[in-house]
């Protein structure tokens, strides 16, 4: 996995398991993969050794990824928002020029509260 796209994905699933974690696990991975800091800076930072903050690492990420693989909350909500996202594109591609002036008020309502929702997510 690339480099970018492992701290992306290890950020999410922080999100979505980071409260299942221990406080001193989260608080390395958080330093880690969202605060960019090297082992060495954590290691300083914190008072253990370099070898130890890799340790925490290494079973923060083993302990996220099991649990996506049990919970699967992080693959359903990028499934859901890919979904949105394309009713969006749906929404924005439909042709106003028929629809009577309440057909496209609706349209426009119903488009906007999509939009809402991929916001906040």
């Not at 993969?33 to 300083?44: F, P, R, T």
């Not at 340790?55 to 302990?63: I, M």
């Not at 099991?66 to 979904?83: D, H, N, P, T, V």
Request: aromatic share 8%; glycine share 6%.
């Amino acid at each position: 996995m690339e480099l970018q796209s492992e701290m992306y994905e290890m950020g999410m699933l922080m999100d979505f398991y980071g409260s299942l974690l221990t406080d001193s696990t989260l608080q390395v991975l958080d330093m880690y993969y969202n605060q960019d800091m090297s082992l060495a800076e954590i290691g300083e930072v914190l008072g253990i050794s370099r070898q130890g903050v890799h340790s925490f690492v290494t079973k923060g990420k083993q302990q996220l990824t099991e649990l996506e693989r049990k919970l699967g909350l992080y693959s359903r909500f990028r499934k859901i928002k890919a979904q949105l996202e394309e009713v969006q594109t749906d929404f924005e591609q439909i042709d106003r020029s028929v629809l009577s002036a309440y057909e496209a008020r609706l349209l426009d309502r119903m488009h906007q509260k999509v939009t809402d929702v991929i916001a906040g997510l």
